[in-house]
């Protein structure tokens, strides 16, 4: 068991597991007068079924100062991997939580770090840190994860920028992409964190073609990926073979997206956490 505490937040699409000691903090998102807790218990089917459904006023919510609070409680040690900063507040509000504990709780550390991304680079990231928690103290811990993530990306297909445009999570230009009926957006978490379009495409055919050959612009060499979908099993899977084709020895997983992925990556949505 690591001294460690790992906390991260639920648009990592991971769960608690008590045996590495990783806490997931969810986010909630409120479709019309609902609020959905996008934690272990939710209801996946009928959220994605919710979400189709919504016509009325939606929107997320960072994780408030308590819900850190309870996860770190019992710590000495700990990290929290968020959320990019370029697009939610949950960074801020996981800085505020760590300063709060540390003043109340003498002699303790949490190291927050911004992951500037969303979805299956945190899980890239996560499976680093479970590494470098073994042997190394925080601050070595905060050296090694920066470098590593100047390593990982985000890809991401999208077939509706709705949900991110409506929430202001996209800028104007971006947001005018959305009206377009059959066309998907391949786009990447930029530097700073914030959503990059790089591509469009008509059909899955030619998203994977371009999700992969922008793989390989940012140094895809074999390295291992993760991709999540929001039911697009298919594509999913299709874009794992034409990986394999190319690179047979990589690691590829597929998972679903959890409920704030799954919201702001609408149906169809394809998101590529990998190694560069
Ligand atoms: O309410 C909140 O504070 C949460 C806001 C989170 C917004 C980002 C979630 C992104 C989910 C959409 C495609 C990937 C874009 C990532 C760009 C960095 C997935």
Not at 233 to 248: G, M, Q, R, S, T
Not at 255 to 271: T, V
Request: proline content about 2%; aromatic content about 6%; overall charge negative.
């Amino acid at each position: 068991m690591n001294e460690i505490k790992l906390i991260v937040d639920s648009s990592s699409n991971l769960n608690s597991d008590l045996s590495s000691n990783l806490d997931v903090v969810p986010l909630v998102i409120n479709l019309g007068n609902e609020s959905y807790i996008d934690d272990d218990q939710l209801d996946y089917k009928h959220f994605l079924e919710s979400i189709y459904a919504n016509n009325e006023k939606s929107g997320t919510a960072c994780p408030n100062l308590q819900a850190w609070l309870d996860a770190l409680t019992g710590s000495k040690k700990a990290i929290i991997l968020t959320v990019t900063s370029g697009l939610s507040g949950t960074y801020s509000s996981a800085c505020q939580a760590a300063k709060i504990y540390e003043e109340e709780n003498p002699g303790s550390e949490v190291l927050v770090i911004d992951s500037k991304s969303a979805g299956p680079e945190l899980k890239l990231l996560i499976d680093k840190l479970l590494e470098l928690v073994q042997h190394e103290n925080l601050s070595l811990v905060r050296e090694d994860i920066k470098a590593y993530q100047e390593k990982t990306h985000l890809l991401f297909s999208l077939e509706s920028l709705h949900n991110l445009a409506v929430n202001g999570r996209i800028n104007s230009a971006v947001a005018k992409i959305a009206g377009m009926l059959h066309i998907r957006m391949i786009g990447e978490a930029s530097q700073e964190g914030t959503l990059e379009p790089l591509d469009k495409a008509r059909g899955s055919k030619k998203t994977i073609v371009s999700l992969f050959n922008n793989m390989k612009k940012q140094n895809y060499a074999g390295g291992k990926v993760y991709i999540d979908h929001v039911a697009n099993l298919k594509d999913a899977k299709n874009l794992k073979e034409v990986i394999l084709a190319e690179f047979p020895t990589a690691i590829v997983e597929i998972g679903i997206c959890h409920g704030l992925c799954s919201f702001y990556a609408e149906k169809g949505g394809l998101m590529v956490g990998f190694e560069g």
